[in-house]
């Protein structure tokens, strides 16, 4: 079975500093996909930051990077420069080929304050 | 328009009534998922459709019967729910390439449902 775990339901952050969102996954499959996903109260989930089992190096994307241990199986979401339109829900979420279907976590809250 | 687009945003509707969910995609993609977001709890995948054929249904109610009448469009159809049916319903859809697990999932923005 997938399954994602996501252990700090909120977080706080001052504008302009680096936050960590934590995540980690459990899966038997030796190949798989990690996702971060960004949910304003608009509702809309958003796509930031894609990392695959075998990429050697972490993903990278503006604002956003993937710090990936794969023997810890953790992939952490790393945002420097915390602006107030970071606000929002994140979720971490993992796709294998044995479940072929996205599975998410619950979610941190950020509240990015100035 | 572009994304994947769902009608209505918002929802109240009795127990007795019918009501379906809307969701559209101009992506070109080959794949479309229903996936129900309550609070406090993960996003929970309903319903897989690829190439217009069901083939997932994570043990959903009967209540709630989905539709793909081809490989753009995406319904919801609802009939007598129940309060604790009110949630978050999200659309994505998907295309599969290549060897990476990236299939570039791509959500609507949501219909939350109220059920009075």
């Known amino acids: 079975a997938q399954k994602i775990t996501q252990t700090q339901p909120g977080m706080f952050v001052q504008e302009k500093e680096a936050v960590t969102l934590d995540c980690t996954y459990d899966t038997s499959d030796q190949s798989y996909g990690l996702f971060w996903y960004k949910q304003p109260s608009s509702g809309e989930m958003i796509f930031l930051i894609y990392?695959?089992?075998?990429?050697?190096q972490n993903a990278t994307e503006g604002r956003y990077s993937l710090n990936f241990q794969k023997a810890r199986k953790s992939a952490n979401l790393v945002i420097s420069a915390s602006q107030l339109g970071d606000s929002a829900m994140y979720f971490c979420?993992?796709?294998?080929?044995?479940?072929?279907?996205?599975?998410f976590g619950t979610g941190t809250r950020l509240q990015v304050t100035l | 328009e572009t994304g994947v687009t769902q009608t209505p945003r918002h929802l109240v509707m009795g127990m007795t009534n019918k009501k379906s969910l809307k969701c559209e995609q101009h992506?070109?993609?080959?794949?479309m998922y229903w996936y129900k977001q309550s609070a406090k709890k993960p996003l929970e995948l309903m319903f897989v459709y690829s190439l217009e054929e069901r083939v997932e249904n994570n043990s959903v109610p009967s209540r709630f019967s989905p539709e793909c009448p081809n490989s753009s469009h995406l319904f919801l159809h609802l009939h007598t729910l129940q309060p604790e049916d009110s949630a978050l319903y999200l659309c994505a859809s998907s295309q599969k390439t290549g060897s990476s697990f990236n299939y570039g999932y791509t959500f609507g923005s949501g219909t939350r449902l109220t059920v009075v």
């Open positions: 992506l070109g993609h080959n794949a």
């Open positions: 979420a993992l796709h294998t080929g044995t479940a072929s279907k996205l599975t």
């Open positions: 990392q695959g089992s075998y990429d050697e």
